[in-house]
């Protein structure tokens, strides 16, 4: 079916599709034309991804950019970085400190 369709069975305007389209939040489907089609699977992506916008309070931008930082591992290693320089985080243990940290709790107890 074509985005007009599309939108209406999905309560939501052909530009919002054209929108989450632009973000990445669509499965790449065209035609010859390259018109977007919509099939049964690309209904469900949106409805999907709507559902998780109102579960977690978030924008389709952010939401778009979730999950970039879970498929390219350098916006996730920015994202972390953030994340240990604000405290929200904490940083990751090197196997070195777990184990200067479990001889000094050996040596405590003795």
Do not use: N
């Not at 599309?6 to 389209?21: D, H, Q």
């Not at 991804?49 to 924008?59: G, K, Q």
């Not at 952010?62 to 996730?76: G, I, M």
């Amino acid at each position: 079916m074509r985005i007009t369709e599309a939108a209406r069975r999905l309560g939501m305007s052909p530009r919002m599709l054209r929108y989450r389209e632009a973000l990445g939040l669509l499965p790449p489907v065209r035609d010859r034309g390259s018109h977007r089609r919509f099939g049964p699977d690309e209904i469900e992506a949106v409805r999907q991804a709507v559902l998780l916008e109102r579960r977690f309070d978030v924008s389709p931008a952010e939401l778009a950019f979730a999950l970039r930082a879970l498929s390219e591992p350098a916006v996730a290693q920015a994202v972390r970085d953030l994340g240990v320089r604000i405290g929200r985080i904490q940083a990751p243990r090197r196997a070195l400190d777990f184990e200067k940290e479990k001889a000094l709790r050996l040596l405590r107890h003795r």
